[in-house]
């Protein structure tokens, strides 16, 4: 059963930049979906970004089309949120998921409930 752990989050001040990481132990990442999700404080968990499982698809929320960038290595086991242009509204815990895709090599689940496998989650505060 795979482990996810992510890494990276921490202070920044609006319209900086960090970097997620997402590392996977006990499996493979290949054979997944990954997607990170946001949750702040008395809200839900709400999608952020998603890569298939092959070919490289992804789809990104609105909110932070064009300022995110996921991406995946899957030699390294590892899946990556960049993240540029951060906002205070940003800030939130960051998650990791891994959604079975065998089968299914460019489906980019955006729903909480498609993901089996999530990680502890790193926290992310932008100040203004």
């Known amino acids: 059963q795979v482990q996810l752990v992510e890494s990276g989050g921490g202070l920044v001040q609006a319209g900086g930049s960090l970097r997620l990481s997402c590392a996977a132990s006990?499996?493979?990442?290949?054979?997944?979906?990954m997607g990170w999700f946001r949750q702040a404080p008395g809200k839900e968990r709400e999608f952020v970004a998603v890569?298939?499982?092959?070919?490289?698809?992804?789809v990104y929320a609105d909110s932070v089309k064009g300022r995110f960038t996921i991406s995946r290595d899957n030699g390294k086991n590892t899946v990556y949120l960049q993240m540029n242009s951060l906002k205070p509204e940003d800030t939130a815990v960051y998650y990791c998921?891994?959604?079975?895709?065998?089968?299914?090599?460019?489906?980019?689940?955006?729903?909480?409930?498609?993901?089996?496998?999530w990680g502890q989650g790193t926290q992310v505060t932008v100040s203004s």
């Open positions: 998921a891994g959604a079975v895709a065998t089968g299914r090599g460019t489906w980019t689940p955006i729903e909480t409930y498609e993901y089996g496998y």
């Open positions: 890569i298939s499982r092959n070919f490289g698809k992804t």
């Open positions: 006990g499996g493979t990442v290949s054979i997944y979906a």
